[in-house]
């Protein structure tokens, strides 16, 4: 595959920004976006973990006895999460193996734990500079817990944890401290309730993410719809339930009430039909998968509808008046995501610079029709098996602009493959990155890639590990050098009600979203031209099969337009495998020019939500002012 060079981005977002400001119907004075922010000097380090073991965890491995973690290929069981209050301890998701059996002291150190990590070089007092909290918790006090152990973040007392489905719970003492023992630590399910009675297990939920005021939670759920899956997200508040008398399971734990779901059908979908034309409505407030909070907690992020054909971006939306922003804009992939805890930053996770996602998305300011039933095989395709190849990027609060795409956390290094470098290319980032309470440090984690992601079939080849062990993680510390360090005062509880969403009644099924019903309309460029959009229906009438679009001298901005077209076939043979036939010959002149062409027999690609294989006949290229962006190749 080609992969692009910074100076290629930079180019291309001088040549389209213009355009994809109109595309977004946005009139800003110029003088209200500030020029972009110079680079700042990084220092990044990698945090400490216990010791690899492969077998036995012995003490010729760990002299003190506290247990050995294993190598964990794909990143599988491991997990770096957010900064404890004082911002010199971050907490992790890691798995311990090869412990002794009991009554060997060191048998707790096993499996599925929590650690917490230290940041500054200091050491806890065993000499340790991790210590585990849920290692030894007794199994009185942990009743009903479930085993999702996945983004742990901290309450701002420092004395509890999200991980998973379940809050930890040291009770009065601080979790670094020594008095944080397993017997005084609590480990307590989270239930949702959705049955009308109360009966039952709870509803299916995930991502969870706290909110700054400790109070709130969102999280999002998934709902097979049909031969499709969508997914929405939930606003919540937590509740503490010592005696529940009804639903599973029946022990002290957790209850989110007051749920509002962030969508309602009376927010406006992103698209509506006017007699006989069609009209786009970018910025909606329709949130799918919730990624999270601003650091003051006054927005929702969330992967939102596309404003540009095939460029999922993310978007922030304000709990209490559902105004949305965006916060990338680069034809490149982006998901994991944490705004700073003064709201003036982003650290994102991102493909940008790697060139993978431009050979559909780097035709700018194209409307996202197609987007209609291709998103999943757009978002799919950046990953390869459990490859990421998300890089760690800091945007200030106005985001993507001119010259400016951000700034890339780990640059430095020597970029080999396989080197081991900070900015190694085979080491992929993984969700999602934290922001230190001060702001003047971001926690973020890698995993190398590892066949099936390379080598046997897949064309690209394997490098073996340098880490410790040969370990297949590592956990990264980025200091901003030249920032002095702010501090806040505590966020306030935000209002349990989300005036634009819809309050959750339980044992109500999602509703469906809405879609553009069968027939040819109109759309026409927001300074000149028009696209002619046939929508047709399955045989059941119950989904969108396919789109046809023929561009006819399109644009929205008056200085770059559109030719040509493009029709695109969706099937779902499972509710979580897309089959795309994809047929496509379209020309963009003016400031940039550029192409994006099927071959004759049209591109044909599957992709599964879940498992990220890309299986492709045809190809799908797109050339932006000579360069040109081919797809990947099969199983890469």
Not at 326 to 351: C, G, K
Request: proline share 8%; charged share 20%; glycine share 10%.
């Amino acid at each position: 595959m080609f992969f692009c060079s910074f100076g290629l981005i930079m180019r291309l977002y001088r040549l389209i920004f213009a355009s994809t400001l109109a595309g977004l119907h946005v009139r800003i004075a110029t003088a209200a976006i500030p020029d972009p922010p110079a680079p700042e000097p990084v220092n990044v380090v990698e945090l400490p973990l216990p010791p690899v073991a492969t077998g036995a965890c012995t003490l010729e491995i760990n002299p003190k006895g506290t247990g050995c973690i294993g190598q964990g290929m794909y990143g599988d069981g491991f997990q770096s999460g957010s900064f404890l209050p004082d911002g010199r301890h971050i907490v992790a998701y890691v798995t311990f193996t090869g412990a002794p059996e009991a009554p060997d002291p060191a048998s707790i150190y096993n499996g599925s734990q929590i650690i917490v990590i230290k940041t500054d070089d200091t050491l806890f007092p065993n000499g340790d500079s991790w210590k585990c909290v849920t290692c030894g918790v007794p199994a009185e006090n942990s009743l009903g817990k479930s085993d999702t152990w996945d983004y742990p973040q901290t309450f701002r007392d420092g004395k509890r944890l999200l991980v998973g489905t379940n809050i930890i719970d040291c009770g009065e003492f601080l979790l670094t401290d020594a008095e944080c023992t397993p017997e005084r630590t609590f480990i307590y399910p989270i239930r949702w309730n959705v049955t009308p009675d109360g009966s039952g297990a709870g509803g299916s939920i995930r991502e969870l993410r706290l909110h700054p005021d400790d109070v709130h939670l969102g999280f999002s759920s998934f709902v097979i719809d049909g031969a499709a899956i969508s997914q929405f997200g939930y606003f919540s508040r937590l509740q503490f339930n010592p005696s529940p008398e009804t639903g599973e399971p029946l022990v002290p734990r957790y209850d989110l009430v007051n749920v509002t779901m962030l969508y309602s059908p009376n927010n406006t979908p992103p698209w509506t039909v006017n007699g006989d034309q069609i009209e786009f409505h970018p910025l909606t407030n329709t949130v799918g998968e919730l990624r999270g909070f601003s650091g003051r907690g006054g927005e929702v992020t969330f992967i939102g509808y596309s404003i540009e054909s095939c460029n999922i971006d993310l978007y922030a939306v304000e709990l209490a008046t559902g105004v949305v922003r965006r916060l990338t804009a680069d034809p490149e992939y982006a998901d994991p995501v944490d705004i700073s805890p003064d709201d003036q930053w982003t650290a994102v996770m991102d493909t940008r610079g790697t060139g993978r996602q431009l050979f559909m998305a780097g035709m700018r300011g194209v409307p996202p029709l197609i987007d209609m039933i291709a998103t999943t095989v757009a978002s799919s395709i950046r990953n390869n098996h459990q490859r990421r190849f998300f890089e760690l990027y800091m945007i200030d609060r106005y985001g993507d602009r001119g010259e400016y795409f951000g700034q890339k956390i780990n640059a430095a290094g020597s970029g080999v493959a396989g080197s081991g470098a900070i900015n190694d290319p085979e080491w992929n980032g993984r969700a999602d990155p934290r922001w230190s309470p001060d702001g003047t440090q971001i926690a973020y984690w890698q995993d190398l890639t590892a066949s099936p992601a390379c080598g046997g079939v897949n064309p690209l080849p394997c490098y073996n590990s340098t880490e410790p062990g040969a370990r297949f993680v590592r956990f990264m510390l980025a200091t901003l050098t030249s920032r002095e360090p702010y501090s806040l005062p505590p966020v306030e509880p935000v209002s349990d009600v989300v005036p634009w969403g819809t309050p959750y009644v339980p044992g109500d099924p999602a509703p469906p979203l809405p879609r553009i019903e069968q027939g040819t309309y109109t759309l026409l460029g927001a300074a000149a031209g028009s696209a002619k959009v046939t929508i047709t229906d399955s045989t059941d009438g119950a989904s969108v099969k396919s789109i046809a679009v023929k561009y006819n001298n399109y644009t929205d901005d008056g200085v770059n337009f559109i030719n040509g077209w493009e029709n695109y076939t969706r099937s779902n043979p499972s509710p979580t495998l897309d089959v795309g036939d994809w047929y496509s010959d379209m020309v963009r002149t003016g400031e940039s020019n550029s192409t994006k062409k099927t071959s004759e027999d049209g591109f044909h690609l599957s992709v599964d939500t879940f498992m990220n294989i890309f299986e492709a006949n045809g190809t799908l290229t797109t050339t932006v002012d000579g360069n040109v962006y081919l797809q990947p190749r099969n199983d890469s």
